[in-house]
């Protein structure tokens, strides 16, 4: 049976992504064993005269799934870069280090191999919200300003255990590594303002 989140994702959002916007993905390779999977602007003249935004997703979808509405919308105004963070996507790593300022160096280190050296306003989402003001932290020259939506400005102990004991969790994997379809859809309600009506189906086909 199809997935149907994969097959909208890889048959339709990538097309359209391509075809209707105007960007399209680049596998960049941060160190050995690292690369990070960007979609980035396909004319050298967006990338040139525009001023650089980069999305950077939560934990749970990919770069392209999280923010497929804001990309277009800010396309005509913006030279548009939305990575996969490590483990999402295409994007992988064989370093041991997996804290919020590894990320921000393979960001500001990617950005740099796509040309992008300063003046970029950087939105984040959930984890993405700390790696941005990490970002801004380590390398003020590139990063402009910060838009952080859903998320803390550093993921601390005490923040860590306020924030499991208000949702009902003894780990972050047991809520962000959902083991039941139900578990999943307690994630989505978690994690949406607004809910969406969405079928069984779809949230059976996004846990797995």
């Known amino acids: 049976m199809v997935n149907?989140?994969?097959?909208?994702?890889?048959?339709?959002?990538?097309r359209l992504m391509k075809v209707a916007v105007g960007t399209q993905p680049e596998?960049?390779?941060?160190?050995?064993?690292?690369?990070?999977?960007?979609w980035v602007p396909?004319?050298?003249?967006?990338?040139n005269h525009l001023p650089p935004?980069?999305?950077?997703?939560g934990f749970g979808f990919n770069g392209i799934l999280t923010w497929q509405f804001q990309i277009p919308a800010f396309s005509r105004s913006h030279s548009v870069y939305v990575p996969d963070l490590l483990f999402f996507g295409c994007s992988f790593t064989q370093n041991p280090r997996r804290s919020p300022a590894f990320m921000a160096e393979c960001l500001a280190k990617g950005l740099r191999k796509?040309?992008?050296?300063?003046?970029?306003?950087v939105v984040g989402f959930s984890y993405g919200g700390i790696v941005a003001f990490k970002m801004a932290e380590m390398f003020p020259e590139m990063v402009r300003a910060v838009v952080v939506t859903g998320s803390g400005m550093e993921f601390?102990?005490?923040v860590s255990r306020s924030g499991l004991e208000r949702l009902g969790?003894?780990?972050?994997?047991?809520c962000l590594v959902p083991e039941t379809v139900e578990g999943?859809?307690?994630?989505l309600e978690i994690a949406a303002y607004k809910q969406l009506p969405l079928p069984a189906r779809v949230v059976k086909d996004a846990w797995e």
């Open 184 to 187: 999943m859809q307690k994630l």
């Open 42 to 47: 396909t004319t050298s003249a967006t990338k």
């Open 27 to 38: 596998a960049v390779e941060i160190e050995e064993g690292t690369v990070i999977n960007f």
């Open 53 to 57: 935004l980069v999305f950077l997703h």
């Open 156 to 158: 601390t102990r005490s």
């Open 4 to 14: 149907v989140v994969v097959a909208y994702q890889d048959h339709f959002l990538r």
């Open 169 to 174: 969790y003894g780990s972050w994997a047991e």
């Open 114 to 121: 796509l040309g992008v050296e300063r003046g970029c306003t």
